[in-house]
């Protein structure tokens, strides 16, 4: 079972980095330049930051019931070796989907709103370690 868990968990991680990352077919499809054009020099107008939703799994299963949708937390993942490293800082909680009641000890699902340059790292980080949450 927890095998499983771990499979699924891994999947939906890969999943998201691909859904997060995307080919310079849908970066052209939204309009970027094909990679090695020519950009003019005139300045752009700022434009809003791309977000994409992480889903990504919290170990701690209490902590995940905390949140609610517009908190701001940090992400954090914890190896068993090592010191514990910051993987996103101030991201938005987008959901915080029902408990799965078959899911024991696994950790609760939390759908983050993030920028699309830190999703790639973040669900990365979920698929090898464990995560946690700290509220900002």
Known sequence: MRRRRRAASAALAVVAAAVAVG??????????????????????????ERRVSAPVRIADAATVRLLRPGDRVDVVAA?????????????????????????????????LSVPRDVAPGLVGAGATTRLAVTLC
């Open 79 to 111: 190896e068993r070796t090592g010191s514990p490293r910051v993987v996103a800082t101030g991201v938005l909680v987008a959901e915080v989907p029902a408990p799965d009641p078959g899911v024991v000890d696994g950790g609760a699902l939390v759908v």
């Open 23 to 48: 080919g310079t077919e849908a970066q052209a499809s939204r309009g970027a330049a094909p990679p090695g054009a020519r950009v003019s020099q005139r300045a752009a107008p700022p434009v809003a």
